[in-house]
């Protein structure tokens, strides 16, 4: 991606954390979360079926597509939450 798209990207992100963070204000972080996961699971199909006139047929492959991205996000972001988290017991 290019630096534009990636701005985008990270803007269009944060418009959801922004309403997930609204959210939390009545709602644990743990409901949200599965609401977020949820959404996310049936955003990808939806967009998955967008993508091929045979859903069924390349379920496998998509779902394999969305697993990986979804678990290499995850664990970057781990890595970040980590790091500030030994930063805060630091100090």
């Known amino acids: 991606m290019d630096q534009n798209s990636d701005k985008e990207l990270y803007d269009n992100a944060d418009k959801f954390i922004g309403l997930a963070n609204e959210m939390s204000k009545t709602v644990s972080h ?15 199909a939806f967009e998955a079926s967008m993508r091929t006139k045979n859903l069924a047929e390349n379920k496998d492959k998509h779902i394999q597509f969305f697993a990986k991205t979804f678990t290499e996000t995850l664990q970057r972001n781990f890595e ?9 017991k630091t100090e």
């Open 80 to 88: 970040e939450y980590s790091n500030l988290q030994s930063k805060i």
């Open 30 to 44: 743990g409901e949200i979360g599965i609401a977020i996961r949820y959404a996310a699971a049936r955003y990808s």
